[in-house]
């Protein structure tokens, strides 16, 4: 059984602020199927933008990303990918360190 998109993101937004990440919704997708985009801003006018990857030889979900560049490239590669799908949820996480814990068990999967 799969998690629903919204709680995902709020179980993602709670482990965030545990760890004194700041994260935002910056657009809200469909509350059960959406897919997520992950944006990481390093507030240095670089970012990337993370989404979930499927294997099909191996079954295994990852995250990989997707563009990485300056935050004006990868906020227009964003808004493309809402242009394809508005049922995309785009969370923002904002981390000097480059924190984005999608690596973590529980998320990383």
Request: aromatic share 8%; charged share 30%; hydrophobic share 45%.
């Amino acid at each position: 059984m799969r998690l629903t998109a919204r709680l995902w993101i709020d179980a993602y937004l709670t482990r965030l602020r545990l760890n004194d990440i700041p994260a935002f919704v910056v657009a809200h997708g469909d509350d059960t199927g959406g897919a997520v985009l992950v944006k990481l801003n390093t507030l240095d006018g670089q970012a990337k933008a993370f989404q979930r990857s499927f294997d099909i030889m191996t079954g295994d979900r990852n995250w990989m990303v997707l563009v990485e560049g300056d935050e004006v490239t990868v906020d227009a590669a964003i808004t493309r990918q809402r242009g394809y799908d508005p049922d995309l949820w785009v969370v923002e996480v904002e981390d000097r360190k480059g924190r984005h814990l999608l690596d973590e068990p529980g998320l990383a999967d």
